[in-house]
């Protein structure tokens, strides 16, 4: 798989719902379930969004290395991002933030 097909296919892993890459057989009839997206996924997106909007990295960063299936893998098995220790003192102010976000 070339480099750029494999960027992105596989960078938006990180933000979909995990739910999604588990597919599980019936026992009655050996058929897959598939899980379908809905709202709920859309908030685990948002939330992985708001982790990556908080840290100021990608989720699941590492220099150097690329997502990949093993990433899917980890994250089905139950990885998540850490949550991220802040000292109140040294939080952006509201002015701070709208200039990041919104200058030209």
């Known amino acids: 798989m070339s480099s750029n097909l494999q960027s992105q296919l596989f960078g938006v892993v990180p933000y979909v719902d995990p739910k999604i890459f588990n597919r599980r057989s019936s026992s009655s009839d ?10 709920k996924s859309d908030i685990y997106g948002i939330g992985v969004l708001l982790w990556e909007i908080s840290s100021g990295q ?3 960063y590492v220099e150097g290395e690329q997502y990949d299936v093993g990433l899917a893998l980890e994250i089905l098995q139950g990885h998540r991002e ?18 990041e976000f919104f200058s030209v």
């Open 30 to 39: 050996q058929t897959a379930q598939i899980y379908s997206l809905n709202e």
């Open 58 to 60: 990608p989720p699941f």
């Open 82 to 99: 850490r949550m991220l220790e802040w000292e109140p003192d040294n939080r952006l102010t509201i002015y701070q933030v709208h200039q």
